[in-house]
């Protein structure tokens, strides 16, 4: 039994993905995740790098691709104006060997 269901989750895994294509809503209450950006990278959660391709995305490795529409997403984001407010702190690093989890706690919200 334990088996199978491990099966399923790593051919969910392989079906689904990990995918980091986000969307920017205009409202908290269409986020599936809140994030806050902070001013220095010791504070965040997740460094991300933003991939000029969907095909550069990520698999939950703080690789972002931006899509232009909602549908296109894994997962939409919104962007707080304070800490206390955010799901998962991210500061924007410049290049994409910077980018990955520096609080594997809060992996989770992008599964």
Do not use: C, P
């Not at 955010?86 to 599964?111: E, I, L, M, P, T």
Request: avoid cysteine; glycine fraction near 6%; charged fraction near 20%.
């Amino acid at each position: 039994m334990k088996g199978s269901i491990m099966l399923l989750f790593f051919i969910g895994t392989l079906v689904h993905g990990y995918s980091q294509k986000v969307f920017t809503v205009d409202y908290s209450s269409q986020a599936d995740v809140k994030i806050f950006v902070v001013k220095y990278e010791s504070q965040a959660d997740l460094k991300v790098y933003k991939v000029q391709y969907e095909s550069q995305a990520g698999n939950n490795n703080g690789k972002w691709f931006f899509t232009k529409y909602a549908s296109q997403a894994e997962k939409k984001v919104f962007f707080v104006d304070y800490e206390s407010q955010a799901d998962v702190k991210v500061f924007f690093v410049n290049y994409d060997s910077q980018a990955g989890w520096k609080n594997n706690s809060k992996r989770h919200f992008f599964y």
